[in-house]
């Protein structure tokens, strides 16, 4: 890893753990509809949650009888998770780690879901991502990815089309949502499968 990736990653641990000493803007509690049209819609099984923020979304899963692990690098909203699913009386397995070192979780999994965390990896990091969304993916599992693109490759945050091509080599596209946060910045729902 370069010394100006590095810097950037520390820059980017300090903001998400100084926003967590408030609220931040994407812990609303809320699980986002499309979250619940795949709850709704698929049987329960196991599910792995990465940047998995306070657990919002880990413990609707754990609420529909999915057995849940999340991952989230930030100690302070893994701490606020644990809690939440304590006082909801659901069991999920809440972790602090790194999204692209996953050594300590055991797949595979039938669901892993990303609401907002692949897009704030640069690019060595992502392609590291890859590697363990392969790693643990069931075979007829779905990856289910939130996410702001960009088209442009000069941007530091955001999937880029070249980024979607990293991940075409080793996922198929069954569908792509695209919409607008509430900026107004471009965004899509991913829904993927592993390759035959």
């Known amino acids: 890893m370069s010394i100006k990736s590095l810097l950037r990653n520390l820059r980017r641990r300090w903001f998400f753990q100084w926003l967590y000493f408030g609220k931040p803007p994407w812990d609303t509690g809320v699980t986002p509809p499309e979250l619940v049209a795949f709850i709704a819609s698929n049987p329960p099984g196991r599910a792995l949650d990465l940047g998995c923020g306070t657990g919002t979304n880990a413990i609707a899963l754990a609420k529909a009888g999915w057995e849940v692990t999340g991952v989230d690098y930030i100690g302070k909203a893994i701490k606020k998770g644990r809690k939440k699913a304590r006082q909801t009386g659901v069991t999920v397995e809440l972790y602090q780690g790194d999204v692209t070192h996953l050594d300590n979780i055991h797949g595979p999994f039938d669901?892993?879901?990303?609401?907002?965390?692949?897009?704030?990896?640069?690019?060595?990091?992502?392609?590291?991502?890859?590697?363990?969304?392969?790693?643990?993916?069931?075979?007829?599992?779905?990856?289910?990815?939130?996410?702001?693109?960009?088209?442009?490759?000069?941007?530091?945050?955001?999937?880029?089309?070249?980024?979607?091509?990293?991940?075409?080599?080793?996922?198929?596209?069954?569908e792509r949502v695209n919409g607008e946060d509430r900026g107004a910045r471009p965004s899509a729902w991913f829904t993927y499968r592993l390759k035959n």
């Not at 530091?156 to 979607?164: A, D, F, R, Y």
């Open 111 to 174: 669901l892993v879901l990303d609401i907002g965390c692949f897009h704030n990896l640069d690019r060595a990091g992502k392609l590291a991502y890859i590697k363990q969304i392969v790693r643990f993916l069931a075979p007829d599992g779905t990856y289910l990815m939130y996410g702001f693109y960009s088209a442009s490759e000069l941007e530091n945050t955001g999937i880029k089309p070249s980024e979607l091509e990293m991940l075409a080599q080793h996922l198929e596209c069954i």
